[in-house]
Protein backbone atom coordinates (compact mmCIF):
# COMPACT_ATOMS: atom_id res chain seq x y z
CA UNK A 1 0.00 0.00 0.00
CA UNK A 2 3.14 2.36 0.73
CA UNK A 3 4.31 2.05 -2.33
CA UNK A 4 1.26 2.95 -4.30
CA UNK A 5 0.66 5.24 -2.05
CA UNK A 6 3.99 6.81 -3.23
CA UNK A 7 3.19 6.36 -6.75
CA UNK A 8 -0.28 8.19 -6.88
CA UNK A 9 -3.45 7.13 -8.49
CA UNK A 10 -2.84 7.86 -11.83
CA UNK A 11 1.03 6.15 -12.02
CA UNK A 12 -0.19 3.64 -10.04
CA UNK A 13 -3.17 2.58 -12.75
CA UNK A 14 -0.67 3.27 -15.85
CA UNK A 15 1.80 0.60 -13.86
CA UNK A 16 -1.08 -1.69 -13.74
CA UNK A 17 -1.92 -1.44 -17.69
CA UNK A 18 1.93 -1.60 -18.34
CA UNK A 19 2.00 -5.19 -16.26
CA UNK A 20 -0.97 -6.39 -17.40
CA UNK A 21 -0.10 -5.70 -21.03
CA UNK A 22 3.05 -7.57 -20.35
CA UNK A 23 1.72 -10.65 -18.64
CA UNK A 24 -0.38 -11.03 -21.78
CA UNK A 25 1.96 -10.47 -24.50
CA UNK A 26 5.16 -12.15 -23.32
CA UNK A 27 4.15 -15.83 -23.66
CA UNK A 28 3.07 -14.90 -27.26
CA UNK A 29 6.78 -13.73 -28.22
CA UNK A 30 8.15 -16.11 -26.05
CA UNK A 31 6.40 -18.44 -28.15
CA UNK A 32 7.78 -17.55 -31.54
CA UNK A 33 11.18 -17.10 -29.98
CA UNK A 34 11.14 -21.20 -28.99
CA UNK A 35 9.80 -22.26 -32.11
CA UNK A 36 12.88 -20.75 -34.27
CA UNK A 37 15.63 -22.16 -31.72
CA UNK A 38 13.63 -25.44 -31.98
CA UNK A 39 14.02 -25.94 -35.50
CA UNK A 40 10.62 -24.38 -36.81
CA UNK A 41 10.89 -23.97 -41.05
CA UNK A 42 7.70 -22.95 -43.65
CA UNK A 43 6.10 -26.81 -44.91
CA UNK A 44 3.25 -27.21 -46.78
CA UNK A 45 0.48 -25.09 -46.30
CA UNK A 46 3.04 -22.87 -44.33
CA UNK A 47 5.14 -22.64 -47.22
CA UNK A 48 2.75 -21.46 -50.14
CA UNK A 49 1.35 -18.44 -47.85
CA UNK A 50 5.18 -17.55 -47.38
CA UNK A 51 5.75 -18.03 -50.90
CA UNK A 52 2.65 -15.84 -51.44
CA UNK A 53 3.91 -13.46 -48.84
CA UNK A 54 6.91 -13.20 -50.45
CA UNK A 55 5.71 -11.97 -53.96
CA UNK A 56 3.68 -9.03 -51.98
CA UNK A 57 6.79 -6.75 -52.68
CA UNK A 58 7.13 -8.36 -56.13
CA UNK A 59 5.62 -7.02 -59.38
CA UNK A 60 2.52 -9.53 -59.21
CA UNK A 61 1.87 -9.34 -55.85
CA UNK A 62 -1.33 -11.67 -55.01
CA UNK A 63 -4.91 -10.64 -54.91
CA UNK A 64 -6.46 -13.70 -52.85
CA UNK A 65 -6.06 -15.60 -50.12
CA UNK A 66 -4.69 -19.63 -49.85
CA UNK A 67 -6.70 -21.65 -52.00
CA UNK A 68 -9.48 -22.90 -50.24
CA UNK A 69 -11.55 -26.17 -49.74
CA UNK A 70 -14.48 -24.21 -49.65
CA UNK A 71 -15.97 -24.76 -52.47
CA UNK A 72 -16.76 -28.13 -55.62
CA UNK A 73 -13.74 -27.51 -58.07
CA UNK A 74 -10.29 -28.74 -57.70
CA UNK A 75 -7.70 -27.57 -55.65
CA UNK A 76 -6.02 -23.85 -57.09
CA UNK A 77 -9.58 -23.22 -58.69
CA UNK A 78 -11.56 -21.42 -55.41
CA UNK A 79 -9.37 -19.48 -52.90
CA UNK A 80 -9.78 -17.55 -49.78
CA UNK A 81 -11.34 -14.39 -49.97
CA UNK A 82 -8.26 -12.26 -50.10
CA UNK A 83 -4.29 -11.42 -49.42
CA UNK A 84 -4.21 -9.13 -46.36
CA UNK A 85 -2.54 -11.69 -44.08
CA UNK A 86 0.52 -12.19 -46.98
CA UNK A 87 0.60 -7.86 -46.94
CA UNK A 88 0.93 -8.25 -43.13
CA UNK A 89 3.76 -10.36 -42.83
CA UNK A 90 5.60 -9.29 -45.96
CA UNK A 91 8.07 -6.97 -44.71
CA UNK A 92 8.78 -9.26 -41.81
CA UNK A 93 9.28 -11.94 -43.43
CA UNK A 94 12.18 -9.65 -46.03
CA UNK A 95 13.47 -8.63 -42.94
CA UNK A 96 14.56 -11.97 -41.66
CA UNK A 97 15.46 -13.14 -45.31
CA UNK A 98 16.26 -17.22 -46.01
CA UNK A 99 15.17 -18.58 -42.72
CA UNK A 100 11.71 -17.58 -42.33
CA UNK A 101 11.65 -16.37 -39.27
CA UNK A 102 10.19 -13.58 -39.94
CA UNK A 103 6.74 -15.39 -40.42
CA UNK A 104 7.09 -16.44 -37.00
CA UNK A 105 7.61 -13.55 -35.58
CA UNK A 106 5.22 -11.13 -37.91
CA UNK A 107 2.65 -13.89 -37.06
CA UNK A 108 3.11 -13.53 -33.44
CA UNK A 109 3.50 -9.09 -33.85
CA UNK A 110 -0.09 -9.35 -35.54
CA UNK A 111 -0.94 -11.41 -32.21
CA UNK A 112 1.14 -9.25 -30.04
CA UNK A 113 -0.85 -6.24 -31.77
CA UNK A 114 -4.13 -8.11 -31.44
CA UNK A 115 -4.20 -7.93 -27.76
CA UNK A 116 -2.17 -4.59 -27.26
CA UNK A 117 -5.25 -3.33 -28.99
CA UNK A 118 -7.92 -5.20 -27.26
CA UNK A 119 -6.42 -4.21 -23.54
CA UNK A 120 -6.29 -0.61 -25.14
CA UNK A 121 -9.99 -0.58 -25.62
CA UNK A 122 -11.08 -2.12 -22.26
CA UNK A 123 -9.49 0.24 -20.77
CA UNK A 124 -11.05 3.12 -22.99
CA UNK A 125 -14.62 1.03 -21.39
CA UNK A 126 -13.71 0.32 -18.08
CA UNK A 127 -10.16 2.04 -16.97
CA UNK A 128 -7.59 -0.31 -15.00
CA UNK A 129 -10.36 -2.42 -13.51
CA UNK A 130 -11.84 -3.93 -16.69
CA UNK A 131 -8.52 -3.97 -18.44
CA UNK A 132 -6.85 -6.14 -15.48
CA UNK A 133 -9.83 -8.44 -16.59
CA UNK A 134 -9.66 -8.41 -19.81
CA UNK A 135 -5.78 -9.25 -19.46
CA UNK A 136 -6.60 -12.24 -17.78
CA UNK A 137 -9.30 -13.27 -20.59
CA UNK A 138 -6.28 -12.47 -23.03
CA UNK A 139 -3.70 -14.80 -21.06
CA UNK A 140 -6.26 -17.65 -20.52
CA UNK A 141 -7.08 -17.48 -24.51
CA UNK A 142 -3.50 -17.73 -25.47
CA UNK A 143 -2.97 -20.70 -23.23
CA UNK A 144 -5.68 -22.44 -24.37
CA UNK A 145 -5.23 -21.97 -27.94
CA UNK A 146 -2.03 -24.11 -27.46
CA UNK A 147 1.77 -23.95 -28.71
CA UNK A 148 1.62 -23.63 -32.57
CA UNK A 149 -1.16 -21.06 -32.68
CA UNK A 150 0.92 -18.19 -31.22
CA UNK A 151 3.78 -18.02 -33.77
CA UNK A 152 1.70 -20.16 -36.91
CA UNK A 153 0.94 -18.04 -40.34
CA UNK A 154 -1.54 -20.74 -41.00
CA UNK A 155 -4.08 -18.77 -42.42
CA UNK A 156 -7.30 -20.10 -40.07
CA UNK A 157 -4.72 -19.57 -37.00
CA UNK A 158 -3.49 -15.76 -37.84
CA UNK A 159 -6.71 -14.51 -37.83
CA UNK A 160 -8.27 -16.55 -34.22
CA UNK A 161 -6.38 -13.44 -32.13
CA UNK A 162 -7.30 -10.70 -33.96
CA UNK A 163 -10.79 -12.28 -34.19
CA UNK A 164 -10.84 -11.59 -29.99
CA UNK A 165 -9.90 -7.93 -31.20
CA UNK A 166 -13.15 -7.69 -33.14
CA UNK A 167 -15.54 -8.78 -30.31
CA UNK A 168 -13.60 -6.01 -28.14
CA UNK A 169 -14.33 -3.62 -31.14
CA UNK A 170 -17.74 -4.46 -32.49
CA UNK A 171 -18.48 -4.14 -28.03
CA UNK A 172 -16.61 -0.67 -28.22
CA UNK A 173 -18.55 0.62 -31.32
CA UNK A 174 -22.30 -0.77 -29.73
CA UNK A 175 -21.16 1.38 -26.70
CA UNK A 176 -20.74 4.80 -28.98
CA UNK A 177 -16.70 4.88 -29.01
CA UNK A 178 -16.20 5.70 -32.79
CA UNK A 179 -12.83 5.64 -32.94
CA UNK A 180 -13.02 1.61 -32.40
CA UNK A 181 -14.94 1.38 -35.81
CA UNK A 182 -11.77 1.41 -38.39
CA UNK A 183 -10.04 -0.90 -36.32
CA UNK A 184 -13.16 -3.62 -36.34
CA UNK A 185 -12.97 -2.82 -40.31
CA UNK A 186 -9.40 -3.86 -40.74
CA UNK A 187 -9.81 -7.32 -37.97
CA UNK A 188 -13.02 -7.81 -39.90
CA UNK A 189 -11.40 -8.15 -42.92
CA UNK A 190 -7.96 -9.85 -42.05
CA UNK A 191 -10.21 -12.65 -40.45
CA UNK A 192 -12.76 -12.77 -43.53
CA UNK A 193 -10.21 -12.48 -45.71
CA UNK A 194 -7.99 -15.09 -44.73
CA UNK A 195 -10.71 -17.95 -44.00
CA UNK A 196 -13.67 -18.04 -45.83
CA UNK A 197 -15.26 -20.07 -42.94
CA UNK A 198 -14.85 -17.45 -40.83
CA UNK A 199 -17.02 -14.73 -43.18
CA UNK A 200 -20.60 -15.97 -41.72
CA UNK A 201 -18.90 -14.83 -38.38
CA UNK A 202 -17.45 -11.35 -38.97
CA UNK A 203 -20.83 -10.81 -40.86
CA UNK A 204 -22.64 -11.28 -37.96
CA UNK A 205 -20.89 -9.26 -35.88
CA UNK A 206 -20.68 -6.46 -38.66
CA UNK A 207 -24.58 -6.89 -38.51
CA UNK A 208 -24.65 -6.42 -34.84
CA UNK A 209 -22.75 -2.92 -35.54
CA UNK A 210 -24.49 -1.89 -38.23
CA UNK A 211 -27.95 -2.50 -36.03
CA UNK A 212 -26.31 -0.41 -33.16
CA UNK A 213 -25.16 2.53 -35.51
CA UNK A 214 -28.64 2.86 -36.57
CA UNK A 215 -30.12 2.30 -33.06
CA UNK A 216 -28.03 4.56 -31.47
CA UNK A 217 -28.30 3.41 -27.82
CA UNK A 218 -29.23 5.93 -24.57
CA UNK A 219 -25.87 5.94 -23.03
CA UNK A 220 -24.73 7.94 -19.93
CA UNK A 221 -22.65 10.56 -21.27
CA UNK A 222 -23.21 12.66 -24.50
CA UNK A 223 -22.87 11.60 -27.85
CA UNK A 224 -20.60 12.60 -31.03
CA UNK A 225 -21.47 15.33 -33.08
CA UNK A 226 -23.68 13.54 -35.79
CA UNK A 227 -20.88 15.68 -38.53
CA UNK A 228 -17.59 13.77 -36.68
CA UNK A 229 -20.32 10.68 -36.56
CA UNK A 230 -20.20 10.77 -40.10
CA UNK A 231 -17.08 11.27 -40.70
CA UNK A 232 -15.99 8.33 -38.85
CA UNK A 233 -18.06 5.98 -40.70
CA UNK A 234 -17.61 7.32 -44.01
CA UNK A 235 -13.46 7.01 -43.23
CA UNK A 236 -14.16 3.51 -41.87
CA UNK A 237 -16.20 2.66 -44.97
CA UNK A 238 -12.86 3.63 -47.29
CA UNK A 239 -10.36 1.90 -44.72
CA UNK A 240 -12.36 -1.20 -45.86
CA UNK A 241 -13.09 -0.35 -49.91
CA UNK A 242 -9.36 -0.10 -49.83
CA UNK A 243 -8.84 -3.38 -47.76
CA UNK A 244 -10.77 -5.43 -50.14
CA UNK A 245 -9.77 -3.72 -53.21
CA UNK A 246 -7.39 -6.81 -54.27
CA UNK A 247 -9.96 -9.31 -54.48
CA UNK A 248 -12.72 -6.58 -55.96
CA UNK A 249 -9.82 -6.21 -58.89
CA UNK A 250 -9.74 -10.12 -59.21
CA UNK A 251 -13.76 -10.13 -59.31
CA UNK A 252 -13.44 -7.51 -62.16
CA UNK A 253 -10.72 -9.30 -64.40
CA UNK A 254 -12.21 -12.51 -64.08
CA UNK A 255 -15.53 -14.40 -65.14
CA UNK A 256 -16.75 -15.95 -62.68
CA UNK A 257 -14.36 -14.19 -60.52
CA UNK A 258 -13.27 -15.52 -57.36
CA UNK A 259 -15.87 -13.68 -54.96
CA UNK A 260 -18.76 -14.71 -57.12
CA UNK A 261 -17.86 -18.51 -56.67
CA UNK A 262 -17.25 -18.40 -52.88
CA UNK A 263 -20.91 -16.60 -52.22
CA UNK A 264 -22.52 -19.37 -55.36
CA UNK A 265 -20.62 -22.31 -52.95
CA UNK A 266 -22.67 -20.37 -49.95
CA UNK A 267 -25.91 -20.13 -51.75
CA UNK A 268 -26.33 -24.12 -52.81
CA UNK A 269 -23.66 -25.43 -50.09
CA UNK A 270 -22.29 -27.77 -53.13
CA UNK A 271 -21.89 -30.62 -50.11
CA UNK A 272 -24.54 -31.17 -47.13
CA UNK A 273 -24.16 -28.98 -44.35
CA UNK A 274 -24.07 -29.86 -40.51
CA UNK A 275 -27.06 -28.02 -39.45
CA UNK A 276 -28.39 -26.71 -36.72
CA UNK A 277 -28.87 -29.09 -33.96
CA UNK A 278 -24.89 -30.27 -34.77
CA UNK A 279 -24.08 -26.36 -34.03
CA UNK A 280 -26.28 -25.88 -30.45
CA UNK A 281 -24.24 -29.34 -29.50
CA UNK A 282 -20.90 -27.69 -30.47
CA UNK A 283 -22.33 -24.71 -28.73
CA UNK A 284 -23.19 -26.90 -24.94
CA UNK A 285 -19.62 -28.26 -25.73
CA UNK A 286 -17.90 -24.92 -25.37
CA UNK A 287 -19.86 -22.94 -23.07
CA UNK A 288 -21.13 -25.45 -20.60
CA UNK A 289 -18.44 -27.12 -17.93
CA UNK A 290 -16.13 -29.14 -18.85
CA UNK A 291 -14.91 -26.75 -21.62
CA UNK A 292 -14.05 -28.10 -24.52
CA UNK A 293 -11.61 -25.03 -25.22
CA UNK A 294 -9.54 -26.17 -22.39
CA UNK A 295 -8.57 -29.60 -24.97
CA UNK A 296 -5.24 -27.50 -25.93
CA UNK A 297 -4.89 -30.03 -28.90
CA UNK A 298 -8.18 -31.50 -29.78
CA UNK A 299 -8.40 -34.67 -32.29
CA UNK A 300 -10.64 -35.12 -35.11
CA UNK A 301 -13.50 -37.04 -32.66
CA UNK A 302 -13.07 -34.60 -29.74
CA UNK A 303 -14.39 -32.06 -32.13
CA UNK A 304 -17.89 -33.72 -32.87
CA UNK A 305 -18.26 -35.38 -29.55
CA UNK A 306 -22.05 -35.18 -28.69
CA UNK A 307 -22.96 -33.73 -25.48
CA UNK A 308 -26.02 -35.30 -23.13
CA UNK A 309 -29.33 -34.01 -22.90
CA UNK A 310 -28.40 -32.21 -19.50
CA UNK A 311 -25.48 -29.89 -20.75
CA UNK A 312 -27.99 -28.72 -23.85
CA UNK A 313 -30.30 -27.93 -20.72
CA UNK A 314 -27.60 -26.52 -19.13
CA UNK A 315 -26.66 -24.27 -22.12
CA UNK A 316 -30.50 -22.80 -22.42
CA UNK A 317 -30.32 -22.45 -18.46
CA UNK A 318 -27.04 -20.95 -18.90
CA UNK A 319 -27.82 -18.70 -21.95
CA UNK A 320 -31.17 -17.26 -20.27
CA UNK A 321 -28.84 -16.32 -17.12
CA UNK A 322 -26.74 -13.99 -19.65
CA UNK A 323 -30.02 -12.73 -20.64
CA UNK A 324 -31.51 -11.64 -17.24
CA UNK A 325 -27.96 -10.62 -15.87
CA UNK A 326 -27.80 -8.38 -19.01
CA UNK A 327 -31.18 -7.16 -18.75
CA UNK A 328 -30.33 -6.73 -14.84
CA UNK A 329 -26.81 -4.18 -15.52
CA UNK A 330 -29.37 -2.16 -18.00
CA UNK A 331 -31.75 -1.24 -15.22
CA UNK A 332 -28.85 -0.97 -12.61
CA UNK A 333 -27.42 1.61 -15.57
CA UNK A 334 -24.54 -0.17 -16.37
CA UNK A 335 -25.55 -0.28 -20.20
CA UNK A 336 -21.84 -0.78 -21.15
CA UNK A 337 -21.73 -3.89 -19.14
CA UNK A 338 -25.59 -5.29 -20.42
CA UNK A 339 -24.23 -4.70 -24.25
CA UNK A 340 -21.16 -6.22 -23.24
CA UNK A 341 -23.19 -9.59 -22.84
CA UNK A 342 -25.50 -8.69 -25.85
CA UNK A 343 -22.29 -8.89 -27.91
CA UNK A 344 -21.30 -11.98 -26.92
CA UNK A 345 -24.69 -13.74 -26.77
CA UNK A 346 -24.38 -11.98 -30.94
CA UNK A 347 -21.02 -13.80 -30.70
CA UNK A 348 -22.44 -16.87 -30.07
CA UNK A 349 -25.25 -16.35 -32.38
CA UNK A 350 -21.95 -16.03 -35.54
CA UNK A 351 -20.41 -19.17 -34.18
CA UNK A 352 -23.59 -21.35 -34.00
CA UNK A 353 -24.02 -20.25 -37.91
CA UNK A 354 -21.03 -20.65 -38.18
CA UNK A 355 -20.81 -24.38 -37.50
CA UNK A 356 -24.47 -25.43 -38.72
CA UNK A 357 -23.26 -24.34 -42.00
CA UNK A 358 -19.84 -26.41 -41.51
CA UNK A 359 -19.59 -29.18 -44.71
CA UNK A 360 -20.07 -32.91 -43.36
CA UNK A 361 -17.05 -35.10 -44.31
CA UNK A 362 -13.15 -33.98 -44.01
CA UNK A 363 -13.94 -29.80 -43.29
CA UNK A 364 -15.85 -30.73 -39.84
CA UNK A 365 -13.04 -33.26 -38.64
CA UNK A 366 -10.25 -30.09 -39.36
CA UNK A 367 -9.92 -28.81 -35.83
CA UNK A 368 -8.99 -24.98 -37.52
CA UNK A 369 -13.25 -24.71 -38.71
CA UNK A 370 -14.05 -25.15 -35.07
CA UNK A 371 -11.25 -22.76 -33.40
CA UNK A 372 -13.71 -19.86 -33.47
CA UNK A 373 -15.71 -21.34 -30.46
CA UNK A 374 -12.20 -20.91 -28.27
CA UNK A 375 -12.62 -16.98 -29.03
CA UNK A 376 -16.48 -17.15 -28.68
CA UNK A 377 -16.67 -19.08 -25.48
CA UNK A 378 -13.81 -17.20 -23.68
CA UNK A 379 -15.09 -13.99 -24.28
CA UNK A 380 -18.64 -14.91 -23.37
CA UNK A 381 -17.28 -16.08 -20.07
CA UNK A 382 -15.42 -12.99 -19.50
CA UNK A 383 -18.46 -10.66 -20.33
CA UNK A 384 -20.36 -13.08 -17.39
CA UNK A 385 -17.25 -12.08 -15.21
CA UNK A 386 -16.85 -8.92 -15.85
CA UNK A 387 -20.88 -7.26 -15.81
CA UNK A 388 -20.92 -9.57 -12.30
CA UNK A 389 -17.93 -7.50 -10.91
CA UNK A 390 -19.45 -4.20 -12.13
CA UNK A 391 -22.24 -5.11 -10.67
CA UNK A 392 -20.98 -5.46 -7.44
CA UNK A 393 -17.42 -3.76 -6.97
CA UNK A 394 -19.56 -0.22 -5.44
CA UNK A 395 -20.49 -2.84 -2.46
CA UNK A 396 -16.52 -3.79 -2.02
CA UNK A 397 -14.36 -1.72 -0.03
CA UNK A 398 -11.33 -0.42 -1.12
CA UNK A 399 -8.78 -3.15 0.05
CA UNK A 400 -10.93 -5.67 -1.01
CA UNK A 401 -10.70 -4.34 -4.80
CA UNK A 402 -7.04 -4.36 -4.43
CA UNK A 403 -6.91 -7.97 -3.26
CA UNK A 404 -9.33 -8.74 -5.83
CA UNK A 405 -7.26 -7.21 -8.85
CA UNK A 406 -3.97 -8.73 -6.94
CA UNK A 407 -5.95 -12.01 -7.08
CA UNK A 408 -6.31 -11.52 -10.98
CA UNK A 409 -3.20 -10.56 -11.68
CA UNK A 410 -1.93 -13.02 -10.15
CA UNK A 411 -3.92 -15.78 -12.03
CA UNK A 412 -2.92 -14.16 -15.26
CA UNK A 413 0.86 -14.84 -14.39
CA UNK A 414 -0.25 -18.50 -13.61
CA UNK A 415 -1.67 -18.52 -17.22
CA UNK A 416 1.24 -17.09 -18.78
CA UNK A 417 3.77 -19.32 -17.48
CA UNK A 418 1.70 -22.76 -17.66
CA UNK A 419 1.84 -21.22 -21.54
CA UNK A 420 5.70 -20.27 -21.45
CA UNK A 421 6.80 -23.34 -19.75
CA UNK A 422 6.55 -26.37 -22.08
CA UNK A 423 6.64 -24.66 -26.20
CA UNK A 424 7.33 -27.16 -28.08
CA UNK A 425 6.81 -27.73 -32.29
CA UNK A 426 6.39 -31.18 -32.09
CA UNK A 427 2.67 -31.36 -32.60
CA UNK A 428 3.10 -28.13 -35.51
CA UNK A 429 1.50 -29.39 -38.57
CA UNK A 430 4.14 -31.29 -40.72
CA UNK A 431 6.77 -30.88 -38.23
CA UNK A 432 8.10 -34.67 -39.04
CA UNK A 433 9.51 -32.20 -42.36
CA UNK A 434 11.24 -29.21 -40.56
CA UNK A 435 14.58 -31.22 -39.99
CA UNK A 436 14.09 -32.91 -43.80
CA UNK A 437 14.17 -29.05 -44.88
CA UNK A 438 16.49 -28.06 -42.90
CA UNK A 439 18.98 -29.73 -44.10
CA UNK A 440 17.51 -30.15 -47.91
CA UNK A 441 16.95 -26.88 -48.84
CA UNK A 442 20.27 -25.57 -48.31
CA UNK A 443 21.82 -28.44 -50.20
CA UNK A 444 19.50 -27.97 -52.95
CA UNK A 445 20.15 -24.52 -53.61
CA UNK A 446 23.88 -25.12 -53.38
CA UNK A 447 23.19 -27.91 -56.40
CA UNK A 448 21.35 -25.43 -58.42
CA UNK A 449 24.27 -22.49 -58.04
CA UNK A 450 26.74 -25.19 -58.93
CA UNK A 451 24.74 -26.28 -61.74
CA UNK A 452 23.26 -23.34 -63.34
CA UNK A 453 24.31 -20.37 -61.22
CA UNK A 454 21.55 -19.58 -60.04
CA UNK A 455 20.27 -16.92 -62.55
CA UNK A 456 18.53 -19.15 -64.40
CA UNK A 457 14.71 -20.73 -63.61
CA UNK A 458 14.64 -24.21 -61.95
CA UNK A 459 11.64 -26.46 -62.28
CA UNK A 460 10.48 -28.53 -59.20
CA UNK A 461 8.29 -31.49 -59.13
CA UNK A 462 8.03 -34.34 -56.53
CA UNK A 463 6.98 -37.95 -56.19
CA UNK A 464 5.57 -39.56 -53.33
CA UNK A 465 2.75 -38.04 -50.18
CA UNK A 466 5.31 -36.49 -47.86
CA UNK A 467 7.44 -35.26 -50.87
CA UNK A 468 4.67 -33.46 -52.83
CA UNK A 469 2.65 -32.22 -49.90
CA UNK A 470 4.71 -31.11 -47.33
CA UNK A 471 8.61 -31.19 -48.76
CA UNK A 472 8.23 -29.77 -52.32
CA UNK A 473 6.30 -26.38 -51.22
CA UNK A 474 8.83 -25.98 -48.40
CA UNK A 475 12.03 -26.36 -50.78
CA UNK A 476 10.10 -24.10 -53.19
CA UNK A 477 9.60 -21.45 -50.97
CA UNK A 478 13.39 -21.57 -49.19
CA UNK A 479 14.41 -21.40 -52.61
CA UNK A 480 12.96 -18.54 -53.69
CA UNK A 481 13.78 -17.16 -50.40
CA UNK A 482 17.55 -17.72 -51.27
CA UNK A 483 17.26 -15.62 -54.62
CA UNK A 484 16.55 -18.66 -56.69
CA UNK A 485 13.67 -18.93 -59.55
CA UNK A 486 12.26 -22.07 -58.61
CA UNK A 487 8.96 -22.76 -60.21
CA UNK A 488 6.32 -25.69 -60.31
CA UNK A 489 3.93 -26.78 -63.28
CA UNK A 490 1.09 -25.39 -64.30
CA UNK A 491 -1.21 -27.46 -62.47
CA UNK A 492 0.43 -26.42 -59.23
CA UNK A 493 0.91 -23.01 -60.07
CA UNK A 494 -3.04 -22.42 -58.94
CA UNK A 495 -1.73 -23.00 -56.13
CA UNK A 496 1.78 -21.68 -55.50
CA UNK A 497 0.77 -18.82 -57.52
CA UNK A 498 1.21 -18.33 -61.13
CA UNK A 499 4.39 -15.69 -61.31
CA UNK A 500 5.77 -19.54 -59.84
CA UNK A 501 4.91 -21.42 -63.13
CA UNK A 502 7.50 -23.49 -64.75
CA UNK A 503 7.83 -23.20 -68.70
CA UNK A 504 10.73 -24.36 -69.95
CA UNK A 505 13.56 -24.72 -67.13
CA UNK A 506 16.83 -25.76 -67.91
CA UNK A 507 17.44 -27.30 -64.61
CA UNK A 508 15.06 -29.28 -62.98
CA UNK A 509 15.03 -30.57 -59.04
CA UNK A 510 12.66 -33.85 -58.26
CA UNK A 511 11.99 -34.68 -54.28
CA UNK A 512 11.02 -37.99 -53.96
CA UNK A 513 9.55 -40.16 -50.58
CA UNK A 514 8.48 -43.52 -50.39
CA UNK A 515 10.06 -46.75 -50.60
CA UNK A 516 11.72 -46.15 -53.92
CA UNK A 517 12.97 -42.78 -52.63
CA UNK A 518 16.86 -44.11 -53.75
CA UNK A 519 15.84 -44.77 -57.32
CA UNK A 520 17.28 -41.68 -59.21
CA UNK A 521 15.17 -40.59 -62.37
CA UNK A 522 16.87 -41.29 -65.56
CA UNK A 523 19.28 -38.46 -66.48
CA UNK A 524 19.08 -37.53 -62.81
CA UNK A 525 22.12 -36.95 -60.25
CA UNK A 526 21.83 -37.69 -56.27
CA UNK A 527 21.97 -34.26 -54.15
CA UNK A 528 20.79 -35.42 -50.82
CA UNK A 529 18.86 -37.68 -48.75
CA UNK A 530 17.10 -36.90 -45.00
CA UNK A 531 15.13 -39.65 -43.07
CA UNK A 532 12.87 -38.12 -41.02
CA UNK A 533 12.04 -41.00 -38.73
CA UNK A 534 15.42 -40.20 -36.80
CA UNK A 535 13.69 -36.59 -35.88
CA UNK A 536 10.57 -38.98 -34.75
CA UNK A 537 12.67 -40.68 -32.69
CA UNK A 538 15.27 -38.40 -31.23
CA UNK A 539 13.23 -34.70 -30.99
CA UNK A 540 9.57 -36.43 -30.85
CA UNK A 541 8.34 -35.16 -34.20
CA UNK A 542 4.81 -36.61 -34.64
CA UNK A 543 2.90 -34.55 -36.99
CA UNK A 544 3.15 -35.15 -40.66
CA UNK A 545 0.08 -33.23 -42.05
CA UNK A 546 -1.47 -34.22 -45.09
CA UNK A 547 1.29 -35.96 -46.14
CA UNK A 548 -0.16 -39.78 -44.79
CA UNK A 549 2.86 -40.92 -42.97
CA UNK A 550 7.01 -40.96 -42.83
CA UNK A 551 9.25 -41.85 -45.03
CA UNK A 552 13.03 -41.16 -46.02
CA UNK A 553 13.26 -38.29 -48.72
CA UNK A 554 15.67 -37.78 -51.57
CA UNK A 555 16.69 -34.81 -53.76
CA UNK A 556 17.74 -35.12 -57.68
CA UNK A 557 19.34 -32.16 -60.06
CA UNK A 558 19.19 -32.66 -64.07
CA UNK A 559 18.06 -31.37 -67.09
Known amino acids: MR ?23 IPIGWNAVMAAREGWVPEGDGAIITLRTHDVLTSNPPLLGNPTTAGRSQPGDVYHPGPLGFFLLAAPLRLFGASAHGMLFGSALVNIASLLGLLWFAYRRGGAPLCLVAGLWAVILVWALGNEIPHDSYNPHIVLLPMAFLLMLTWSVVCGDLLALPFAVAAGSLAAQSHAYEVIYVAVMAAWIICALALRFPRGRSEPPAGNRRRWIAGSLILGFFLWLPPIIDQILH ?9 DFARDGGTPVQGISFAVQRAADYLVPPFRWT ?3 PGFYDLVHRPGGLRVALLGLLLAGAVVLAVTAWRRGLRDSALLIVTALVAIGGSVLAAARLPQGFA ?12 TAT ?22 RLALGAAVIALSVGFAFVAMRNVTIVDDRGSV ?10 AAADAVRARAGGSQPVAVSSLGPEAFASVEPGIVSGLVLRGIDARVDRAEAKVFGSAHSAEDAPTRLVIRSGD ?6 QGMDLVATYDPNVDVR ?17 VYIGS
Open 3 to 25: VLDRLGPRRATILGVVVVACIAV
Open 255 to 263: DPGNLRQLA
Open 295 to 297: NRT
Open 364 to 375: TLSPYNHRHWWI
Open 379 to 400: FFWFAIGWTIVDLLRARVPANG
Open 433 to 442: SFGALEYLTP
Open 516 to 521: DYDQAP
Open 538 to 554: EKGYRNSGIAGGVSPLA
